[in-house]
């Protein structure tokens, strides 16, 4: 098989598989674990081109032009390749967890529910793999509207209302700024292919830079940045692996993704720090940082705060584009794999509270550690990991962040960085605090009726959720001492314009 | 034999359609009727799809109405744009038919089914030969047959609703003092001129100079066309004819007849007045530029609150010519291209849209969205037909919507136009807004008690899903519409250069 | 000649315009003022009939004779063109009034009245029973 076919494989799995899911609707089992196997062989494809493109080859092929001079086309650069790998990669933990979850949680139309996953998963890693501006964009919008019935999944008034927002936001910024950008780009560079260095320099009046990185930093309204993050918490009433996968993971994750690809493949970092027209994003970035994470610190509920924490880390990585140089995509790029990580465990930790104790306020997990030690075990390390303390992996991404920023001579950022650690520190680990170290709720009869005396059995979710937490959990270890490979990796981004030999 | 037919093609696109609709009068019974027309019909559409063969590579045909010298006979004068027009309009009849026969079966008397479909051909007829003519008065001539047929299909509404009658004779007023102002402009360059050739037109026009009676002619047949294709604000007769008509007519006249007066109005300007002639320019730039903007956002917040399926859609089509009228009033190759390009993809889409809420008529007895709650579970394949037709309204990617607006804001963005650009895509987030609300009610929202729907015919559900399936194809293969729209552009623009300079 | 703000000659020499254009405007306004759906369509009639007075004006030769054609080499003829035209166009305009004139009928029978005013109220009324039935 050439790469073409695997890459083709990688996209197609998925949107494929969905047939197969449909057929087999009225059989649970055989439709659960086809979506396992699934994820398994994309993973495997993804994988496969792993491989080749550490070597240096850049897989590509075209599928057709769609109008003339536009194609459907993909090829692989080490950044595409890094997202596609966490994104299949984290399919098939998540894969596995929705069983134990969606059965344990007991809801319905569980059909509708997988297929509408495959797809998105087919759209993310047709986001990682696109070649052009325009493949990228329409993959970015199939997962849009492939993700739309799995927030509004419960189909009660809350959950249409969380969808509705969630769609109109990403379709406003999508259409409304994004496409504008796409073609404002196609007008005046007659392309629309990610090339090495960029494809702006020399062409786009550097005073118009600044507007058209707004256009694209608000249209990818998936990066949720401040004003545009209202959607993330508002998706936040689908059911729990949609918001680890996608929430922490696919969806978000292709946003900053995109950010940096633009930043990198479109305006070109050189092109950004000549012109300083990312210097307005970069503050807007910090402030995002710094106010999602206050935000997040007066959420009681468990999701809307991991809502909000994701939020503000999203805005690291936009952080990194906007500094302009190497190590900032180098550390925006990392932290798209540690965050995904870090946040996918602490994400599946809460939905796995709610199976097993029907909790999902913060006040009411007082105690619960005891009952449920691996769960907040895990959801510890992740905690760790997002506010970035060794031996996480968390810890390099923002590492080299602020390498970057003092490469930029912004101290400042540096500062914000730090700042937000901290923020990190006080909304992530009150949360095991309590459930390990405070006293059950001292109300004797709960309104459930459990038995007023404290008792310490261990009341676990179901194992299918159990493993993939840890799995994930061990994977924030594993991540900090193989930091060094994916540096490597990560270096081979191209910042400069390819010399012509 | 064949060459004969084949030198008097042009001819046989008018005639076949009115020498069938008399003797489908007497036949006397629906299913003869029917069956006669469809043989037409099908008959029509390869005579058109001939023609645009012919005239692909840039080729003119003219054909001598009994064999009468032009400009003194009446001349039928092909080019690639009004082939093209023709092609669209034969082959939306070629969907609305067997569509037509459960609907109309349905909603009209057996008795009168004769004389619908008499009605229909003669519409069709008007409609085929106001595009295919090179004479101006011809032009008023079957634009009237076309008119008054229209008139009479709307009336058939009043089957099921009364109020048909009320819209078909407004209809009637204002389509008639729009036609008659259209004479009035036709006198006007007939008293300059002495001609009713258009191509003789557009030479003598540029001969004789500017003039206040050239101006005055230019208004009135600006205004006379501007109703006939609900410019707004001479678009009060349209929401409606539209809601009241028979679903099969809604659908036919909303794809076809305002996308005929886009035609006329586009051969009047670039052809006869001229691209570079100034006083239409300034017209096109102060009057007809912001009334379509308005037109997109005016039209479509009242979609919004509209309950009537059908109404909804009528006031879409509104704000749709909006962007028409916006392509052709930008004045480049680009925005003629993007007005030729949406006349197209909106006549597949719209026509989709409305089979969709006859389906619903059929099926449902109503097409008020608050009674079509939970529709989508009852009539899957009709509500996903919906869908797709919607996502192309809105104009996401690898739907014909998209290469609309994709083309619409490039030509805006080549005149440095940025705002418009960005009002093009916010009038679109409207849409979004319009279309969603039903989605949410078909998906979402649990059925009413005790209703009872089933999936609409096979008949009626394969030309719906055949002009959705079309909106997607050529949307993911733009090619062949693209190039189409880019000769025709070239043609209007490259005839009429020549012609002031 | 030195220029007049206001020449009579030519006001008087196109008296027929003048017509048409006052007949226009009557026609109009009758049109889009009257409420009885019958004198609307009488007003689109004079409407109408003002352009074809028009169409017929602008085929006048200033001492042209009738269109036929003479021994005379010499005869200056109107042009016939727009008597053509015009008589087509006042074919449409029959077929106009009398499908217009038919619905007309039509909603008499219906609605009881061609009184536009009354018919927006029926109207209405059948909109707020629909409303009331939600």
């Known amino acids: 098989m050439t790469h073409g076919t695997v890459l083709l494989l990688a996209i197609f799995i998925p949107a494929g598989v969905t047939f197969l899911i449909a057929a087999l609707g009225n059989r649970p089992n055989l439709r659960d674990s086809a979506s396992v196997l699934a994820a398994v062989a994309t993973f495997i494809a993804v994988l496969m081109l792993l491989g080749p493109v550490m070597a240096g080859a850049r897989p590509e092929i075209a599928l057709f032009e769609v109008m003339p001079g536009l194609l459907l086309a993909f090829s692989i650069e080490p950044l595409g390749m890094l997202f596609a790998v966490v994104a299949s990669g984290l399919w098939i933990v998540t894969a596995i967890y929705s069983i134990g979850y969606m059965r344990g949680a007991g809801e319905k139309k569980q059909t509708r529910f997988y297929i509408c996953f495959a797809i998105a998963i087919s759209g993310a890693i047709g986001i990682a793999f696109s070649a052009n501006l325009f493949t990228l964009f329409v993959f970015y919008e199939i997962l849009t509207i492939s993700t739309y019935p799995l927030v509004a999944h419960k189909e009660t008034p809350e959950a249409r209302a969380g969808a509705r927002t969630y769609l109109a936001i990403l379709m406003t910024t999508s259409i409304g700024f994004l496409l504008v950008g796409v073609v404002w780009v196609w007008n005046i560079a007659g392309t629309l292919d990610f090339r090495a260095g960029g494809i702006l320099d020399g062409k786009l009046d550097p005073s118009f830079a600044p507007f058209l990185l707004a256009l694209f930093a608000f249209g990818i309204g998936k990066a949720a940045l401040m004003p545009f993050h209202r959607w993330l918490p508002a998706a936040m009433v689908a059911p729990t692996p949609v918001s680890a996968l996608l929430h922490a993971v696919a969806v978000v994750k292709a946003g900053v993704f995109t950010m940096l690809k633009v930043g990198t493949y479109i305006f070109g970092v050189g092109f950004l720090s000549k012109t300083g027209a990312a210097e307005w994003l970069m503050w807007l970035a910090a402030a995002s940082i710094l106010i999602a994470s206050i935000v997040a610190l007066t959420k009681d509920d468990l999701k809307a705060r991991l809502a909000y924490s994701t939020v503000s880390q999203l805005s690291y990585i936009t952080l990194g584009v906007a500094l302009a140089n190497q190590m900032g995509v180098i550390g925006g790029s990392m932290h798209i794999a540690t965050h995904a990580v870090g946040k996918i465990t602490l994400f599946m930790c809460a939905g796995a509270i709610y199976v097993a104790a029907h909790k999902t306020k913060i006040s009411e997990l007082d105690g619960l550690g005891r009952k449920m030690p691996i769960t907040f075990i895990a959801f510890t390390i992740a905690a760790l990991s997002i506010i970035g303390l060794p031996p996480m992996g968390g810890a390099w991404s923002k590492w080299y962040l602020m390498l970057a920023s003092a490469d930029a001579g912004q101290v400042a950022m540096i500062g914000v960085l730090m700042l937000s650690s901290l923020l990190n520190v006080a909304y992530l680990l009150p949360i095991p605090a309590r459930a390990f170290f405070a006293a059950p709720s001292a109300m004797p009869a709960h309104s459930l009726g459990a038995a007023a005396a404290p008792d310490n059995r261990i009341e676990e979710a179901p194992l299918l959720c159990l493993v993939p937490i840890c799995v994930t959990a061990i994977g924030c270890i594993v991540l900090f001492f193989a930091i060094g490979g994916l540096y490597e990796f990560l270096l081979h981004i191209p910042i400069l314009p390819e010399t012509t030999p | ?501 | 000649m030195e220029e007049l703000l206001f020449d009579l000659g030519f006001v008087l020499t196109h008296y027929n315009y003048w017509m048409f254009v006052v007949l226009m405007m009557t026609g109009l306004y009758i049109t889009v003022s009257y409420g009885n759906l019958v004198k609307k369509i009488v007003g689109l009639n004079i409407f109408q009939t003002a352009v074809f007075l028009f169409y017929v004006s602008t085929g006048k030769i200033v001492g042209g004779t009738a269109p036929i054609l003479t021994d005379d080499p010499d005869a200056v003829y109107s042009n016939p063109l727009p008597h053509v035209l015009i008589l087509t166009a006042i074919v449409v305009g029959i077929a106009t009034t009398a499908l217009a004139l038919a619905l007309v009928v039509r909603i008499r029978e219906t609605y009881g009245t061609v009184e536009e005013d009354e018919i927006i109220a029926l109207e209405h009324e059948m909109d707020a029973a629909i409303g009331g039935e939600r």
Not at chain 2, 253 to 275: C, E, N, Q, S, W
Not at chain 2, 332 to 341: K, P
């Open chain 2, 1 to 501: 034999m064949l060459a004969m037919i084949e030198a008097n093609l042009p001819a046989l696109q008018v005639v076949l359609p009115m020498l069938a609709a008399p003797i489908c009068a007497v036949l006397g019974r629906g299913t003869r009727s029917w069956t006669l027309t469809m043989a037409v019909v099908v008959l029509t559409f390869a005579v058109s799809v001939s023609l645009f063969i012919a005239t692909l590579d840039g080729a003119t045909i003219s054909y001598r109405m009994g064999n009468w010298a032009p400009p003194f006979g009446i001349e039928y004068r092909v080019d690639i744009l009004n082939a093209f027009v023709l092609m669209v309009v034969s082959g939306i009849a070629l969907f609305i038919l067997p569509y037509a026969r459960a609907s109309i079966a349905f909603e009209i008397s057996e008795e009168r089914q004769p004389l619908f479909y008499s009605a229909f051909l003669l519409c069709l007829t008007g409609l085929l030969g106001v595009t295919i003519t090179g004479d101006a008065f011809n032009i008023f001539v079957f634009l009237e047959i076309s008119s008054l047929s229209t008139y009479a299909l709307i009336a058939t509404g009043a089957e099921r609703n009364k109020r048909a009658l009320t819209a078909a004779y407004n209809y009637l007023i204002m389509g008639t003092v729009g036609a008659t102002f259209f004479v009035i402009g036709i006198g006007m360059l007939y008293m300059v001129t002495g001609t009713l050739n258009l191509a003789d037109l557009a030479q003598r026009i540029v001969e004789h100079g500017d003039s206040s009676t050239l101006r005055m002619g230019f208004v009135f047949i600006l205004i006379g066309v501007g109703l006939k294709l609900a410019m707004f604000p001479l678009h009060l007769w349209l929401p409606n004819a539209y809601s009241f008509a028979p679903s099969a007519v809604t659908a036919f006249i909303a794809a076809t007849a305002t996308k005929v007066a886009i035609y006329v109005l586009l051969r009047f300007m670039f052809t006869v007045f001229g691209f570079d002639y100034d006083f239409q320019a300034a017209t096109l730039r102060h009057v007809v530029l912001p009334l379509a903007i308005v037109a997109m956002f005016a039209a479509s917040i009242v979609a919004v609150f509209q309950d009537d399926l059908k109404r909804m859609l009528a006031y879409s089509s509104i704000a749709q010519v909006g962007y028409m009228l916006l392509g052709l009033a930008l004045l480049s190759h680009t925005g003629l291209m993007a007005s030729v390009i949406h006349l197209f993809n909106h006549a597949v889409t719209k026509g989709a849209l409305f089979m969709v809420a006859g389906c619903y008529i059929f099926a449902a007895g109503t097409s008020s969205i608050s009674g079509l709650r939970g529709i989508g579970r009852d009539m899957p394949w009709t509500t996903a037909a919906f869908v797709t037709a919607g996502l192309s309204l809105i104009g996401l990617p690898l739907t014909v919507g998209f290469v609309s607006k994709w083309y619409l804001v490039l030509a805006a963005l080549e005149l440095n136009w940025w705002p418009v650009a960005l009002l093009i895509m916010a009038s679109s987030l409207l849409a979004i807004v319009y279309i969603w609300r039903v989605v949410e009610t078909a998906y979402l929202q649990p059925s009413p008690e005790g209703v009872v729907r089933k999936e609409a015919p096979l008949w009626m559900l394969l030309p719906t899903w055949g002009l959705a399936a079309l909106s997607v194809f050529f949307g993911t293969y733009a090619a062949l519409t693209t190039a189409a729209a880019s000769r025709a552009a070239t043609a209007l623009i490259s005839a009429s250069n020549m012609l002031w300079q």
